[in-house]
């Protein structure tokens, strides 16, 4: 049991619809992090946020537009997404310390028609 | 980031000790080595992380040579459970929040 939970696990969205991606942590962390995973291709970070604050964006395109009202909810607004974007995304959380290790939710696989 | 080596695929038979290596030769001294593993379709699951010493949890060990250029994780008794994408990443931990670059990792199979 991670402690991360994502819903919903499985979307399917056209191009035009807009929809949203939810993940709460129940481990008191205060850091959370959303990964795409494409694939065949290993992980890609997309968003990091450490106490409600964004600090990491990998360029990520702004059909993807992140928000995280506190530590424990973030979530991934979708709109106008392309059939490329179809992958497994997923959410992670960690809390500060010397090693930051992060634990992940099951995630959301999203399929783009 | 240091970069890892992995084997891209591995077996081993059920009950048996599964060995998994990974080189990580241009590791920083403050980075650690950390292992997740990741069954079919699911999350990331961690597993354990070092910095220096050996460690040892519930699930596996990990064994980190004297110069830190290469690890092993070892799971002692695999089960058909442990079948999964096996990841050896190297981060510097809280000093650099999210910096865990993902590689393709080891496709740790465990035979009947």
Known sequence: ETGVTQTPRHLVMGMTNKKSLKCEQHLGHNAMYWYKQSAKKPLELMFVYNFKEQTENN????????????????????????????ALYLCASSTPSASDTQYFGPGTRLTVL | DAKTTQPPSMD????????????????????????????????PQYIIHGLKNNETNEMASLIITEDRKSSTLILPHATLRDTAVYYCIVGAGGTSY?????????ILTVHP
């Open chain 1, 59 to 86: 360029s990520v395109p702004s059909r993807f537009s992140p928000e995280c009202p506190n530590s424990s909810h973030l979530f991934l607004h979708l709109h106008t997404l392309q059939p490329e974007d179809s």
């Open chain 2, 12 to 43: 081993c038979a059920e009950g048996r000790a599964a060995n998994l290596p990974c080189n990580h030769s241009t590791i920083s001294g403050n980075e650690y080595v950390y292992w997740y593993r990741q069954i079919h379709s699911q999350g």
């Open chain 2, 98 to 106: 999210g910096k865990l670059t993902f590689g393709q990792g080891t």
